[in-house]
């Protein structure tokens, strides 16, 4: 991200002096004895995020997958299955991919408790929940850093965490100079944006019905 941000941010000097700095430049924090002129108040930023990242079949921005087989609830009442491509093509390879094993990830996502999956595989497909909160916060620091807009991050808690351990993310947020953070509960909401749980049943039942007949 470094490089990248140091690239865009010469393309941006250079276009200065072609088409002019941007409006607001006096005064703003580019505007210092000896530094270049910049096009633009802003180069660089993190996406895909939210819808963008559907469509680009991948995670938001910087963030971990939540779970390899997850539901994705959206604001119409509908429900759409996920299953991570990357791991199911693992899986089958391995020769432990079954609906079986589906059913079990899409009600817990906790594959690392799973004996039936390789440690190797375990290792590779690590989801958020997996992931620590100061290393959360770590690695939205680091982006952040060589990062012109707000970088986008959530620090995923499970459903027994406290309002101390969340007001520890925000501390170490603040002292890592973030310009924001999302902390979000499991289960604190009954209908949540992604989730693991009953509901994906169902779903998981018709793919594996749906990739039987193909």
Request: aromatic share 8%.
């Amino acid at each position: 991200m470094h490089c990248v941000n140091e690239e865009a941010h010469k393309a941006s000097a250079e276009l200065a002096e072609e088409r002019g700095l941007f409006p607001a430049f006096k005064g703003s924090i580019y505007d210092v004895d000896g530094g270049p002129g910049m096009r633009n108040a802003a180069c660089t930023t993190i996406a895909p995020a939210g819808t963008l990242s559907l469509i680009a079949g991948c995670s938001s921005g910087i963030e971990p997958s939540f779970a390899v087989v997850f539901v994705r609830n959206i604001l119409d009442g509908e429900h759409l299955l996920e299953v991570n491509p990357l791991f199911e093509e693992a899986a089958k390879r391995e020769g432990f991919h079954s609906g079986e094993l589906l059913e079990q990830l899409v009600t817990c996502n906790q594959l690392n408790t799973l004996d039936c999956i390789p440690d190797r595989i375990k290792r590779l497909f690590v989801t958020a929940h997996r992931v620590k909160p100061e290393w959360h916060i770590r690695v939205q620091a680091a982006f952040q850093r060589y990062t012109d807009n707000a970088v986008s991050k959530t620090v995923n808690f499970p459903h027994e965490a406290t309002r101390q351990d969340m007001a520890r993310v925000f501390m170490m947020a603040y002292k890592e100079g973030l310009k924001g953070i999302t902390v979000y509960r499991d289960g604190s909401r009954q209908l949540q944006p992604l989730s693991t749980g009953e509901i994906g049943l169902e779903l998981v039942r018709k793919y594996v019905s749906k990739k039987c007949d193909c």
